[in-house]
């Protein structure tokens, strides 16, 4: 038996959510912009479709609909359901936030078939479900639906796609049980084929929520501890700072996947912990009209044990860099590497 218009249950008490997802109307007929091929092993089996398929999503690179530091940011202040939701995808609660932020908003083209789970009485109450043409979801890098956008209910495939189903529950225009759809995992990808609904166009976009390239991240910033300047490192991953406290500059790399900077920070006098280096962390979020992060949200500690400090939040800084800052990048020893 599988339900349409499943509850929403895990950011109930964040903002009201609806589970009723307007239907998005088939695109104009453009190549490849048709449902890639499905199989099937019988006449009343669910049809499948590799995740990875091009065309499968669709997708108008805005993503107002997938708000993962949201969901990042409920399931941080709420344990018990940050614990049910990482049980149903194989994780630990601890591993939330980069595997949310590495999956990829996207939209469905067809009614797919998936677990849908709410929670209730502090566990992860699974339910088969149909997810309508439309619905926003986050999938994982083999194209393989894992989240709701719009509740951010956790989702699994179905297992058993063989058997015969009931469908129940009140059925959208359009809907046809021989139609329904279910996801297989696809090969891993670096970057998703998708849709506009509006076009037919196809598009490329990066796997992740992150949606970024080392190159948007680097530039002028200012906000805790005063002005700073990102530029790019040796490596592809590589990024290298220098910002206006005590003559401090950061060293470390990025995730674009994540969008997560990881790295070292030291300042004068010694350049060494505990006083003067340790950890740090960006988080970049958001997105400007010039396709830049909107923000920064950093977090630090001396050395590396302890709590880090979360009190290094910044924003794109406008005008130029004060020169006292770039000429600090003449100097390579004032880069520390993490010890």
Known sequence: MATAGERCSWRRRRRRATTEVAHVEAPPSTTPATLPPVTAATASAVRRVSGSAPGLYGGTQDQAACDVEQMVEFLASHPAEA?????????????????LRALTPVLLRADV???????????ATPRQSVLQAGTAVLVDDRGVPRAKCACGNPLVPTADLAADVDYVGEPWAGFAPDEVTAVTPGEPLEEFTLVDPGTGETFTQPAGSGVRERDSILG?????????????????????????????????TYDPRTGRFTG????SPSRRPRTDAGDVEFQFTG???EGRPASLDGRWRYGTDGELNEDWDLA????????????RFDDDGAFCARP
């Open 220 to 252: 002028y910033w200012t906000g805790d501890w005063g002005q700073m300047v990102l530029r790019a490192g040796e490596g592809p991953e590589q990024v290298i700072g220098a910002y206006n406290h005590d003559e401090g500059t950061v060293r470390g």
């Open 316 to 327: 794109p800084a406008e005008g130029e860099p004060p020169a006292e800052l770039l000429a």
């Open 113 to 123: 078939r998936v677990v849908n789970h709410g929670f209730k009485s502090g566990r």
């Open 287 to 289: 997105s400007t009209p």
């Open 83 to 99: 614990a049910a939701w990482a049980a149903v995808q194989n994780i630990s609660a601890d591993e939330l936030p980069d595997y």
């Open 264 to 267: 070292w920070w030291c300042e």
